[in-house]
């Protein structure tokens, strides 16, 4: 992320070398091509360098009893003066690609790429924010800007989940040229619609991420009202369910509550809430997180009891395990917890969000937590599709030592991506997010910038993804 790698901070090779592919499916006879970057470290025109390739996850010959790991590879400059390596990588996981003038000589370089199993094929990673605020509800900025910031910072995607509000996520989508397919002529970001969910009996916060239309707009009165009074306030394509009133909506829970296996009254009208909402979300096929249950406002926003049977019950499709606040009780807490379930066979997809109020550095939370989706494409279905499906990491940067959450699998190659992939990537999309700041505000100059650098992102992920 930007703010680990801050612009000019990188592996020292990803100065001085392209690599590319970095990512692809294993197999035989891989092909990975290294070009130089500047005459400094130009290749000799037909000199043969002799290279190694090691397996990173598995135990070197040498050091423990051996292994065969290693593969030596020679290869010619071919005449554009790169040099194309071509190995094995029959499992997955990194691989390091150590550069030797000659045989027995001291490395000049070493790289890094990794192999996926064949069920990523297709998959690229789209890293995003799944929960945060503008300046529509309690955060700080206009949708619009917001949106440019977190480009800036290097996201992929985002939601606005403004409290009780489904409109501004469409506002900034409409003011980015976003249609129905997710596409838009001035930038490949996308916004994803959502709102964060709060009704009549329930204190548990609910995030509705990618739903096609509004939770809170079900219940008149409603905040939605605010953008406009027609359907296309409160969903995407102008289709959604009737609407109550609330005395009808408080009825409807009080008499659903009476099932709910718990004591205190006040759990078990929230609980039907939640089950209600659940049930919305499945309707309008987006993604229900469960969001920051160890956030201190006094106390604990809920009961470590209430916490656990709400888990154990699941009326939501995904735990965001990391988000919204940088003391240790927070994502320390819910981390322990993600882990501690599983284990009891409770396994959920997870997210990493930030709960922004404040996309700048200003806010020292703006940047604390993301989620990478290994998804098809980048769209809401997909993303939402995705995750359901277990294929997302959180990631925490509220240090800069970066750590990961969720299944080892995505932990490894996520750490891999933060390190190889990211800081490249992130240099492209701080100038993409700079002009749409500037065309969001008024620069008339910054569409046609725009409209220049559309294309950039997803053609480096056709470069550096071979999958």
Known sequence: ???????????????????FPLCFLTGEGRTVTIRPLGIHRRFEPGHEYVLTVLDACRAEDGRFP???????????????????????????????????????????????VYALAHDMA?????????????????????????????RAHGYDFT?????????????????????????????????????????PLNDVHFVNFGGEFSINALLTPN????????????????????TMTRDEFIAMIRE???????????????????????????ANKGLGIFPHPYWLCSTMQLSDDYTRFIY?????????????????????????????MKAKGYDYPVVGSTDSHGSTRMNRNALICSTIVFAPSNTTRALVDSIKSYYSVAVDTISPE?????????????????????????????????????????DDRAEAVLKAMKGQIPAMFRKYFAV
């Not at 499709?317 to 917890?337: I, K, M, P, R, W």
């Open 66 to 112: 051996g292994t065969g790991n290693g593969q030596t590879v020679r290869a010619v400059p071919d005449e554009d003066g790169c040099l194309r390596v071509s190995a094995d990588f029959p499992a997955e996981g990194m691989y390091f690609i150590f550069l030797h003038h000659e045989a027995g000589g001291g490395r000049m370089a070493q790289f890094r």
């Open 256 to 282: 659903r509550a009476k099932s709910v296996p718990r004591e205190i009254e006040s759990e078990r009208l929230s609980y039907a809430v939640l089950e209600w909402t659940n049930e919305q979300m499945k």
């Open 122 to 150: 297709g998959r690229i990673p789209l890293r995003g924010d799944l929960h945060l605020h503008s300046c529509r509800s309690d955060g700080r900025e206009d949708p619009a800007v917001v949106v440019s910031h977190y």
């Open 402 to 442: 970066y750590r990961l959450v969720g299944d080892t699998r995505w932990v490894r190659f996520g750490s891999f991506l933060m390190e190889n992939w990211y800081p490249l990537h992130d240099k492209v999309c701080e100038a993409e997010g700079l002009y749409l700041k500037r065309y969001m505000t008024g």
């Open 312 to 340: 154990e019950h699941r009326p939501f499709d995904a735990f965001e395990v990391l988000g919204g606040e940088n003391y240790y009780q927070h994502n320390g807490f819910q981390t322990s917890l993600y882990y501690e």
């Open 159 to 199: 939601v606005l989940s403004d409290h009780e509000r489904y409109y501004p996520s469409l506002e900034a989508r409409r003011r980015m040229g976003i249609n129905e397919n997710d596409e838009s002529e001035l930038t490949d970001m996308l916004i994803v619609p959502g709102e964060e969910v709060h009704l």
């Open 1 to 19: 992320m930007s703010i680990i790698y801050d612009n000019d901070i990188m592996r020292p090779e990803l100065y001085d070398y392209d690599v």
């Open 223 to 242: 905040r939605n009202t605010e953008g406009g009074e027609g359907r296309e306030v409160r969903s995407l394509h102008g289709d959604c369910p009737d």
